[in-house]
């Protein structure tokens, strides 16, 4: 599990999740938490039941949207009901002892904390809720909550790097349409017409542009490291028929006991 030192903040508990740690096997070999997977569900729940003992909550406190690619935001208070809709790609909440988690395999995590409001936040950024507002709308559902943005700090975990994010010239025309000054995320690839593009740096950029008070990258590419990242490119890459989700995850601590 990998922290941010700007995360580690009174009453707030988080973690990046490396892929080491679990019980799947094969090609989801370590801490699969994906639902969505073909994985062995009973390795999976076994997997978020050991992430969830890391924050000392038993797995049912574990909260997990139907991530669409949305810009969708779901206030929560509690776990989901059985057959409760999901649907979202971004989770807030001023309840303690809740643990609001993100999975991703390229895409990136933000967590999000107001530590002096008591409210945090969860987001899926892959580049359509990037460009779409799943940021711009968790600091807003942060913010009807009691939050400030101004004294939120959002960091961005492991996410696939400019290095190994090559895209097409009608990605790229997506973002010129947006705004032409989007084009400075790109670069020439080793192929002609096409980009590389630089999620991560999109993500924060949105994030200071949205007005966060604190907005920072771990700068740690899914797509190399593979010992340690799930990454739905590298087994698309090696035409692997599914791959692992990592967990990032973030909770409100209850206070101590007087």
Known sequence: MIVASELNLEGISHGFFSRKGGVSKGIYEGLNIGLGSSDHPAHVQENRARAAERFA????????AHQIHSADVLTVSRPFAEG????????VTDRPDLILGIATADCGPVLFADPGAGVIGAAHAGWKGAIGGILENTLAAMEALGANRANVVAVLGPTISATAYEVGPEFRARFAEEDEAYLRFFSPSARETHFMFDLPNFIVHRL??????????????????????????????RS???????????????PSPA
């Open 57 to 64: 909550l038993p797995v049912d406190r574990l909260v997990t």
């Open 84 to 91: 409760e809709d999901r649907r979202a790609d971004g989770l």
């Open 208 to 237: 200071e542009a949205a007005g966060a008070g604190t907005a920072l990258s771990l700068d740690r590419c899914t797509y190399a490291g593979e010992e340690e990242f799930y990454s739905y490119r590298r087994s698309t890459h």
């Open 240 to 254: 692997e028929p599914d791959y692992g989700r990592l967990l990032s995850a973030i909770a409100l601590t209850s």
